[in-house]
C-alpha cells in the first residue's frame, strides 16, 4: 500500500498549536488538501485529531476513515469510520476495504508512529508564511532518520509553497 503523508505546516516545522488548533491553515491549502483526499479515497488519522475536527472535517463523507486509537471498545456506526491500533492494522484495514493507497493527515504522534514502522512512501508539505513558536511537530516521539527524495515545489498562492518528496527506501 502507498502511504502519503499530507500536512500543512508552519516555517518552524509545527502542524498545529499545542491545543491543537489549526485555523491559521489558509483556505488555498485546505482545497488543495480536499482534493488530494478525494483523490486517494482512504485516510488515517488519529483519535485526538478526528475529536477534535468531528462534525467540521470528519468524518469525511465518501472516503474510509481511518481513525488510530489505543482505544480497543470504540466502534462506530458510520460505515466511512473503521477505528485501529496500529499503522500496520490501519493498512491492513485499509486493504479488506479494496484500498492500495491513503492519506496520512496526522496529527504528530499517529505520523511518527507510521515514520518509526516505515510506512510513508511520499510527503507533502504545504509550508506556511508564518511561525508557532510551539505546538505540535510534525513526527511526535521519533528518534529515527528518514531520507527524502525532492520531487518539486508549487506555489499555492498567499505565499504558501507546497514541497513534494519521496521517501528513499
Request: glycine letters at 10%; proline letters at 2%; one cysteine or more.
Amino acid at each position: 500500500m502507498k502511504v502519503t503523508l499530507y500536512m500543512a505546516v508552519s516555517i518552524d516545522g509545527f502542524i498545529a498549536k499545542k491545543d491543537g488548533d489549526s485555523d491559521w491553515v489558509s483556505p488555498v491549502d485546505s482545497t488543495n488538501f480536499e482534493q488530494k483526499i478525494k483523490e486517494k479515497g482512504c485516510i488515517f488519522v488519529g483519535r485526538r485529531t478526528f475529536d477534535q475536527y468531528q462534525g467540521d472535517l470528519y468524518p469525511v463523507k465518501g472516503v474510509t476513515n481511518i481513525v488510530l486509537t489505543s482505544d480497543l471498545s470504540l466502534k462506530s456506526e458510520n460505515d466511512d469510520v473503521i477505528y485501529a491500533q496500529s499503522p500496520s492494522d490501519a493498512i491492513k484495514q485499509a486493504q479488506a476495504k479494496g484500498h492500495d493507497r491513503a492519506l496520512l493527515i496526522g496529527g504528530g504522534t499517529t505520523n511518527g508512529l507510521f515514520l518509526k514502522e516505515g510506512l510513508i512512501d511520499e510527503v507533502f508539505l504545504s509550508v506556511h508564511p508564518l511561525i508557532l513558536g510551539n505546538g505540535i511537530k510534525l513526527f511526535e516521539g521519533i528518534e529515527t532518520d528518514l531520507k527524502l527524495r525532492f520531487i518539486d515545489q508549487k506555489e499555492l498562492g498567499e505565499g504558501l509553497t507546497q514541497l513534494h518528496y519521496s521517501v528513499v527506501k
